[in-house]
């Protein structure tokens, strides 16, 4: 997301207090919160010369949105008009363009939604709503392997990106944060370990990303050039609700009560990590502290009889994870040690898979039993993590028909602020009935070395990579 972020100016981005602020667009407004119109900043241009306008971002929203391409980005255009008829539930297409997409002139653009959605300009700051520039559609598969955006770095003609990142500082760039320095460039490692020990041996001036069992040992060598700061990210446990046993919601419950987060969290996550006791990260508009106060403690007398008298579990549980990061395995096993403790279960097993195998299996609600997943927020909302619990076709099956309702009201509202209170009975839904089981919120975990100052991440744990400075 770094090297994303490096190369493209959204329309609008988060400032570090969580404030969405003006970056590829001069302004974004609207009166019904359904018709949006957009002012692009003029003078703005691609890093092939392109200028950046208006139809620069009706042209990347309509590839993205158009069904047969498949662009991993697509669903961010569902409430935008017209996006049903890109995208039939069978046949073909009746159309190629949204609707609900008209340019105005070079720099103005207007957006009409199918219905209210208040947080537009949160959404306009996902990176992939960026602008794309003509020479992209002229050849898609060389813009895949030497993108050309309208970021403050480009990508260094002669780079590797296979290997490697190489970027540099784009001087004609005209935005709101030009790069301080140079240049940079990312190397890939096969593990984060390996990376922490290139890091370690000063080979790599920021490590980004440092796995928790590690943070420890980095606070003592790297001293104050180790970052902790809070992010957006939390950890979930999904319960597959179309395995019966999960059907009840009592099972649901104890589950999440026979879980020790601060005790893994503590011992196994070495502390970097915060036990989570809402369905929200800390620090979120709208996020309460001890909103799962009543299932997210640790209760194992509880849970044991809940569990018992809700009918228990019959069979082999299986807990299913990614492969990676090394803490996600340790992590799992003490769930299981929990759960195998405090509920009486005898057959816990575990089944890994390959990133790609395993979206891919949560994607068709097919996973073998309880599922780990995080998710990270696209825009600072509590309203992002609500909607992707509570889509049609979620990975745990869950009909969210009153949080749903909720959701829809507090993105009517014209002053978004007045929103989160329904926001929040949305959340007490998903609470009560526990579908997912909140774990953990992470933190971002960052090391640097001597030869570089002002390293900073976002509210999405990302390197703020323009701010960096090399002194030596």
Wanted: charged residues 20%.
């Amino acid at each position: 997301m770094e090297i994303i972020s490096g190369l493209f100016d959204s329309l609008t981005a988060i400032d570090p207090s969580g404030q969405v602020v003006m970056r590829a667009a001069e302004s974004v407004t609207s009166r019904d919160q359904i018709s949006w119109i957009i002012k692009v900043r003029p003078g703005q241009f691609f890093h092939n010369g392109e200028a950046v306008t208006a139809q620069s971002f009706v042209d990347a929203w309509n590839a993205a949105a158009y069904g047969p391409n498949e662009w991993p980005t697509n669903a961010y255009f569902r409430n935008v008009a017209g996006y049903a008829a890109l995208n039939p539930p069978s046949g073909a297409p009746t159309a190629t363009t949204l609707a609900g997409l008209q340019v105005g002139d070079d720099y103005t653009l207007q957006v009409t939604l199918t219905e209210p959605f208040n947080q537009f300009p949160q959404l306009l700051s996902y990176p992939g709503l960026a602008p794309l520039p003509e020479a992209a559609f002229a050849d898609l598969e060389a813009f895949d392997q030497h993108p050309i955006g309208n970021g403050p770095f480009k990508v260094k003609d002669d780079t590797d990106t296979e290997q490697r990142a190489e970027l540099v500082r784009f001087e004609e760039y005209a935005g709101p944060r030009p790069a301080r320095s140079e240049g940079v460039t990312f190397t890939y490692f096969p593990t984060l370990a390996d990376a922490y020990a290139d890091a370690r041996s000063g080979s790599s001036d920021i490590m980004l990303h440092i796995p928790p069992d590690l943070a420890a040992e980095a606070r003592q060598i790297f001293g104050d050039r180790y970052q902790e700061t809070r992010s957006a990210v939390v950890e979930y446990l999904g319960l597959p609700l179309r395995d019966e046993r999960f059907a009840q919601r009592d099972v649901r419950r104890a589950i999440s009560m026979a879980i020790d987060r601060d005790r893994i969290t503590a011992e196994v996550l070495g502390g970097a990590y915060d036990p989570l006791r809402s369905l929200f990260p800390p620090g979120l508009p709208g996020a309460r502290a001890g909103s799962c106060e009543m299932y997210c403690e640790y209760n194992p007398d509880l849970a044991r009889a809940m569990f018992g008298q809700a009918g228990g579990f019959e069979g082999t549980l299986t807990l299913f994870y990614p492969e990676g990061d090394d803490s996600y395995d340790r992590a799992m096993h003490e769930v299981a040690a929990d759960l195998q403790r405090n509920l009486g279960l005898e057959d816990v097993q575990f089944e890994r898979a390959e990133p790609a195998d395993y979206f891919t299996t949560l994607g068709t609600q097919a996973s073998p039993g309880p599922f780990r997943f995080n998710w990270v927020m696209d825009y600072p909302s509590v309203e992002n993590y609500l909607a992707q619990l509570a889509r049609p076709g979620n990975w745990v099956g869950y009909e969210a028909g009153t949080a749903q309702d909720y959701i829809g009201k507090a993105a009517e509202v014209a002053d978004p602020v007045k929103g989160l209170p329904y926001y929040q009975l949305a959340e007490a839904e998903f609470l009560n009935d526990m579908p997912v089981v909140p774990l953990w919120s992470w933190r971002a975990l960052t090391c640097h070395s001597a030869r570089v100052t002002d390293v900073h991440t976002d509210p999405f744990a990302n390197l703020r990579l323009e701010e960096v400075q090399v002194t030596s």
